[in-house]
């Protein structure tokens, strides 16, 4: 479906955290709460009854944060780094996004889709001039960027090893990193490592593997919660975060927290 710039634009504020989308500039008496919005795909966006169980990491990350680090979820099945753009969804994310805020970025999965002219980047070229727009966008506007490479598919081998499957892109994002200068949350790597810990019959339990669906690219609530884990255990080590921003890293997440809203009218 083809949207609007305007369309787009009121889905993002829609996306906003409640409060956030009327709150009074930075400067303009008590402090405010630093959001964290994230731009990326299917992998982490939020999603609705009808797709249920199928869940997107972006869902359970606050349960990792503190109440003061809200999160703006504007990511968005299908798109790459390319069509995001394309669509206005970044514009979006600039016109609510303030000084002091983050924003994570999280694309590849459809940046990797050679056939698909609307959404393919070529790694060491296209794709880096695309998420050079959002950190130079983020900047802009007073906030933080940060990088987060793609968090594997399930797939191994014939001999059980967890087998990467994103190519050349988290090489190229992580390149970008050191020389923008922007902090790395190596999802990808972490994230292959979590899928060889567990093997290949445990991460069937992570995936949305249902008695219609064997999906080993989107995940169901544990495997949401375990994703959503890494990405705040890296926002730590990297220190774009303070120990006292983050909450429950060691604790058990119960399963009945994620909800999936009606769908979208």
Known sequence: MSLSRRQVTSAALAALPLGLAGAVPAHAGASRPRTLFIAGDSTAAQKYSDAAPETGWGMAFPFFLHKDRPVANHAVNGRSSKSFVDEGRLDAILAAIRPGDFLLIQFAHNDEKTTDPTRYTEPWTTYQDYLRM???????????????????????????????????????????????????????????????????????????????????????????????????????????????????????IPTSWITWPAPLS
């Not at 968090?151 to 081998?157: A, G």
């Not at 989107?218 to 919660?225: D, E, S, W």
């Open 134 to 252: 959002y950190i130079d966008g983020a900047r802009a506007k007073g906030a933080r960027p940060v990088l987060a490479t793609p968090v594997e598919r399930r797939r191994f081998d014939a001999e059980g090893n967890a087998v990467p499957t994103h190519g050349e892109y988290p090489a190229a994002m992580r390149a970008l990193a050191e020389s923008e200068r922007v902090a790395l949350l190596d999802v990808q790597a972490l994230s292959l490592a979590l899928w060889q810990r567990l093997g290949v019959e445990a991460t069937k339990t992570y995936f949305n593997w249902t008695a219609t669906e064997q999906d080993n690219t989107h995940f169901n609530p544990p495997g949401a919660i375990a994703v959503a884990r890494l990405v705040a255990r890296e926002l730590l080590r990297t220190r774009v975060l303070a120990p006292r921003d983050v909450v429950r890293l060691h604790d058990e």
